[in-house]
């Protein structure tokens, strides 16, 4: 019921939405977090207004549907998968922050390895100029604890990876600041057409595990116009990714780009058609790492 009020609403707010947006323009309906009742003062669980304004969005067939996280308030948002396929293409605008919570005690019995999971999701776009924060400090500090203590790239296994997208198609991040992840702060997991542009993403040079953007089993992603300054790598992908462009990145601290490993089982994965042109990589522990394994031949080829 709260859900349908919303919709009339902003059905009838619809001009002002494109002089308010004008990127989306064709946009018809905007659905607001606050509309839904969302408290936004970086303490209360908003996760469960999330889910009401995605489920509203997805099955919305009047054309193009924006998620609207205003701005300057901080909504604290727990794990939670928002699953398609979606009746049409939606936009989630992000103008304000998005916040994890800061305890790993608080993940207790919910799925560990994900925080902002995006499921089955087709011609999604995220934008917005506003902040996701994974508030990993916690995370961080457990990785290195007991018998990884020494160990230099310490990572807690079951740390959450922050925006994660599996099996989605045409997926666009742009313009977000992606900060303090928990692990990943970006990853695509058998996806294709996936674009990543106008990013910044930071974690201190001291987070172990919390690569920039992530590629698992994915095609086509073209990464543009992103600042990287992770305590990971840069770009990492692994398992079997065709046509992976990067142009214009800037890269570190961190481990600069990684690619593999390849051969760690006997079955073949194939890393083709990767493309880097025009990076600043500075204050790396390496530039662009091809790890392979000696009992396999390697199916890679960097150009
Ligand atoms: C990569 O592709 C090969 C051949 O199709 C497959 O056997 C292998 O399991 C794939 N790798 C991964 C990590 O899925
Ligand atoms: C590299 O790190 C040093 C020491 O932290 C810093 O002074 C310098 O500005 C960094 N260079 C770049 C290009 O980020």
Redesign the pocket.
Known sequence: MATAMALLRLAVLAGAVALLLPAVAEARILLSLDDFGAVGDGIADDTQVLVDAWTAACASTNGHVVIHVPAGRSYQIWPVTLAGPCRDEIMIFVSGNIIAPDSPEDWERRDGGKWLHFFQVQDLTVSGGGVIDGRGQEWWAQACKGRHRNDKHCTAPDAPKALHFEECHGVRVQGVTLQNGQQHHLTFTRCSNARASFLRVASPESSPGTDGIHL??SISVHVNDVHIATGGACVSM???CTDVRLRYVSCGPGNGISIGSIGETP????LEKIEVDTMFIANTSNGLLIKTWQRMAAATRAR
């Not at 079955?267 to 194939?270: E, H, L, M, Q, Y």
């Open positions: 698992v089993n692994v398992g079997n079955v073949a994965d194939r």
